[in-house]
């Protein structure tokens, strides 16, 4: 059986998809996203749209409860504006705003991104927690934090079948943390994890995850072919 961790909104795709592979899946959301007024600071930052280089959007969820705040000042079409992943770029597309991507989807990509581009300063729009790419690089972040992923209290691991092999998608290093929490030994040393990143691996890793298989790319689509090799 695979299971699928994302939120209830994020995770309607990855159940489509899954769907349509012909396999036993079950929706077992870990997390939960939670729109968060945005500070007046970060309003502040958004009244300055026009000193930035670029905007760039961390997630799906970024771009739900945060582009229409973006929407209101970007008159200016020379800021350019970056999604971390083609999934962050087909929201966008939605409420057509045009982005690039990183060559790889992740805060490493970003920064790579940022480098070659040579911009100086840069917004990112994301959640409550302070992006880890303001460790990668040199160039002024700030940040408008405009959701927050907390906990998903009603998620039950006893729901997870104990005779059937278990493959568990994780997307986030919160998801993998909560899941450690929440499983018996048994279950970890016994499930299969697919993974987003080589960051969330190395964690599972320590933490005694016996099998953990890093998607080729950290979305819905390579997240079960991954797991659907492991089925």
């Known amino acids: 059986m695979i299971i699928n961790t994302r939120p209830i909104d994020?995770?309607?795709?990855?159940?489509?998809?899954?769907?349509?592979?012909?396999?036993?899946?079950?929706?077992?959301?870990?997390?939960?996203?939670?729109?968060?007024?945005?500070?007046?600071?970060?309003?502040?930052?958004?009244?300055?749209i026009e000193s930035y280089d670029a905007v760039i959007f961390t997630s799906q969820s970024a771009v739900k409860h945060g582009a229409k705040y973006l929407q209101e000042v970007l008159h200016d079409q020379s800021i350019s504006v970056i999604s971390v992943g083609v999934a962050t770029q087909k929201s966008l597309m939605k409420l057509k705003i045009s982005s690039i991507v990183?060559?790889?989807?992740?805060?490493?990509?970003?920064?790579?991104l940022i480098q070659q581009n040579n911009y100086q300063k840069c917004l990112v729009i994301c959640g409550e927690k302070k992006p880890r790419l303001i460790k990668l690089t040199q160039a002024t972040i700030n940040t408008f934090s405009c959701y927050e992923s907390v906990i998903e209290e009603s998620a039950d691991i006893l729901e997870i079948p104990n005779n059937q092999r278990i493959i568990m998608l994780i997307f986030t290093?919160?998801?993998?943390?909560?899941?450690l929490r929440k499983l018996s030994k048994d279950q970890i040393a016994n499930l299969v994890l697919i993974v987003a990143s080589n960051r969330i691996r190395e964690v599972a890793i320590e933490c005694d995850f016996k099998k953990c298989v890093v998607a080729i790319e950290p979305h819905d689509e390579e997240m079960i072919r991954a797991a659907l090799l492991e089925y």
């Open 173 to 179: 290093l919160q998801s993998l943390k909560i899941a």
């Open 10 to 48: 994020l995770g309607k795709q990855t159940n489509l998809l899954l769907g349509q592979s012909d396999c036993n899946f079950m929706h077992l959301p870990l997390t939960k996203i939670i729109n968060k007024v945005p500070s007046s600071e970060s309003l502040k930052y958004l009244q300055n």
């Open 102 to 112: 990183p060559s790889s989807y992740n805060s490493e990509g970003l920064a790579a």
